[in-house]
């Protein structure tokens, strides 16, 4: 066995004995989780008063786009993950390469997204054209935004990495929650905008 | 031991890729034509997949699976309250509409 692996087993996180980041972001994640929630139920139940309208509206996204951000936002979590377990391993220069990559899918993510919002509007479909078109905009802006603030995150993450004096293992896993959490919540938006009927 | 956890967390890309492109094929079955059809069945199982995904997500990415058994069982509980939340209030809509 290599030093590196001996490091990595011994950083590798032992089940049920520690929180992955400080506890405060915990509470962020079960309280976004829950606003969010409830944002979605006030959709569906719009959604069930007034189906044939949100269908029509809902037409004029395209779902290969919504996957393809979908899919994007889904490896930049991958690469984030990835970029915790180098760090804990001790392979610095490796993680902050893994966190510089997480932050390009969150770029790409993100352009793809205003490609969506640019064709939207330019054929008519505003935040006020309709129903649908208005929850669709409130959601992934609102989504944008905290997206926006992840890169802040990752932008941490990759400043702790640059420098031996400034790592902090548990503020690098505390940044990645965070990161992790815009992924979950763009999984259930993606579901409720793009494929619910 | 590294090496498996690095395979993990693969699998585990790879299963919330495979969810989403199933999301592609369902709905296609749903519209047979261009034009969206209401669906009970496709609502119930995008939401479902979705609550699937996000569970994945938590633990594997998000590390739970190695935190102490409140917070895995909390975050099992949100995921939970999640899928009664969305599932009731469309049911109830759809009996109220």
Known sequence: MTTTEHASEAARPEEGNRVPGEPDMWFFVFFESLLFTSYFCVYLYARTQNERAFLRSQSHLLLWLGIVDTIVLLTSSWVMARCVQHARAGRHELARRFAIVTAGLGVVFLALKMVEWVRLIHSGNTLTSSDFMQYYFFLTGIHAIHLLIGFVVVGVIIYQLSDARRRSPRTIETCSTYWHTVDLFWVVIFAMLYIVR | ?97
């Open chain 2, 1 to 97: 031991m590294a090496h498996s956890e690095k395979t993990r967390l693969f699998v585990a890309w790879f299963v919330l890729v495979t969810i989403t492109l199933i999301y592609l094929w369902m709905d296609h079955a749903a519209d047979a034509s261009a034009v969206l059809v209401a669906s009970t069945a496709v609502t119930v199982a995008a939401i479902v997949l979705a609550l699937v995904k996000a569970r994945i997500i938590l633990r594997e990415f998000m590390d739970v699976r190695h935190a102490p058994q409140l917070l895995r069982r909390l975050s099992d509980l949100l995921v939970v309250v999640m899928a009664v939340a969305l599932l009731g209030t469309y049911v109830v809509g759809r009996a109220l509409a």
